[in-house]
């Protein structure tokens, strides 16, 4: 039986199905193997945190896709994907974590068993849970398929988002915006950072109105001082201290959909390095927002944010950005374009990104970034509506 | 410069590193590549949320362990790693997420430019994150090398905790407390569920006392009446409901050790099936508690169990616990010993375990569980201290 609390509609699942299907027909891929937790949602509603164990649905070009997994999670996979129950399958406890048994000798099995054995099989080989003894088994257990690479097949297809996403991409904004506004209100000296961490994640929860929170794919990040050199470090309990800049990597979180958004917050008085910096910073985001438009390359968002860092000397080495949308941990990006120099992608209406070109110096650290949507015509849109500036409390 | 926040002593990580390295030399490994981040901690110290990336950890029989990632990400290297600035190793940010280059191209080069380009490598095959193509791309830039699978080689070094780690645990142990006595206070008809985690997820991370709450490598797990059936969902914006059984699956987490903690609140009566299902639970958890004895073997404890279940006629298919301590997402798990009928490692003091005997039946569930500690003599310790029970509220 269909789930009956699915997020969108028949046919949005159907549009997402044809989509893939199209993609795999390009590469004469006959079945296509999705273990990314992001992918297995995005196609057939899966909603669970089970990714730790292997799990994957298997995508062919007539049949509805068949939910694989932990036969403990096959009671998760009937309340939450769209195919009927036929269309769940399931593995025995003793293959999870054996050192004897790989799930993978199932997955294989139903696969020869369904009539694939000998077909042109897709799977993600750059993914995350999907290991390396993952695809030696298969290799072992299929010994007449030919077995391709197709990384990132289905997060391509990801890319432009549905009216019905873009929805749900909203109310996650409502709630980065929420956050946001905790954050500058409360940040303070002598404040416990894990005082401040506990009500961001209760803010994010909670949500808004009706819109209840879901959990973001990344825990917030919070470096002070000279730790904001470091993009990814998470909480302790020290204080915020006057005369540092914190910066706050935050998304709220609908449904899965995210809505990334950062700001920083200084205690005290800026020096004028940080000043300068979020003068240039500012000035390139908004150039970049500028370029962001339908037809240009995500390289030219980068260089139209470049150039102004440049003039104030600061060189960036890293992307400035990625596409957002439905995920599951450890990443909230889709991992497919990155705004960088050498990407051309053209950008087209309905893609969504996190512009996010964070300064992280030798000793300072410096975010302020926006969730985007390509737009028909103009420079994008962005999701969340906040100062663009450094949070100064004197 | 090592880190001067560090959770351990020197002596500590020195321990550690010694007993990877024995383990090593029994299998005449000579040099080990760790991607799992838990294992990457253990080691290194290091601590942040970059495992969306490609990273990890060299070790060697002669040199400090070489800690190898993003280029941003170094920056979190140096400030919590112990080994010296030298032994933290970076690559370009054009590898991350390319389609032309991958990150292990540049761990291969740095393998070969230390003279370990024709060694005995181990390698963690069935590890999140280390993935298919990251395997692929060593073996083509590591021709000489012999590559070996090295799974689970150092998470087997983690099962006997040492009393610092036992102290943090004991430390976890208070959060989750706190968050089982605020589950059983707040639990009511009516209340939205997201509301709920909002409460649960602040009080993690408030912590108790002076002790900061750090994030669970699994987000609270609570599904309600015949949800519960299945044993990883996550929450909606929907109320709790009488007539309804809610298990939670939490736990307090204190600088990345972990005391996972579940109870199950029934709101209204419960029907006789639930109160026969706990009284055979209870009675398995005690006999279990009380197999769970250094000398006896994993499986000692899983038959224990099973023994009251069987007499009141429920079979569990799914395994009864696994090791426990320092965990990054998705899992708290270690992932060696499974407690179940096959498994017959010899349980040694200091071991840890979640003594998890999860029943999700056809349309209810029931989890009552104990983080526990393998003692000198005599049964199991629990981490925490609370009634082993229904929670019920009429």
Redesign the interface.
Known sequence: MPAP?LPFSTAEYQRRLAAVRDAMAKRDIDVLFVEDPSNMAWVTGY??????VHQGVVISHTDDPVWWGR???A??AV??VWMDDAHVTSY???Y???TER?PMQTLAAMLRDRGYGNKRIG?E????????????TLQADLPNADLV?A?ALVNWQRGVKSAEEIAFMRKAARISEAIVDLVVERCEPGL????L???I???????VG??????AA??P?LPSGP?A?????????RPFETGHATFFEIAGCYRRYHAPFCRTVFLGKPPQTLRDAEAALVEGLEAGLDAARAGNRACDIYNALAAPLARAGIER???AG?PIGLSY???W?E??I?I?A?DETVLKPGMTFHFMPGL?MKDWGLEITESILITEQGPAETFCHRPRKLFVKD
């Open positions: 609390n909603d669970g945190w089970s990714f730790y036969s403990q999670d009671n998760g309340r939450t025995p406890d003793n999870v974590q054996s790989h799977l080989l750059e993914n995350y849970y999907f290991s390396a003894k993952a695809y030696l690479d990384t416990a950072k894990n005082e961490v506990a009500d994640l209760a803010t994010a929860v909670k949500g009706d819109d209840w929170g879901d959990y990344i825990v990040l730790d050199a470091a993009p990814h470090l998470t909480w302790d309990g080495g890293a992307r990625y941990p450890p990443d990006g991992r497919t990155s960088r050498e992280w």
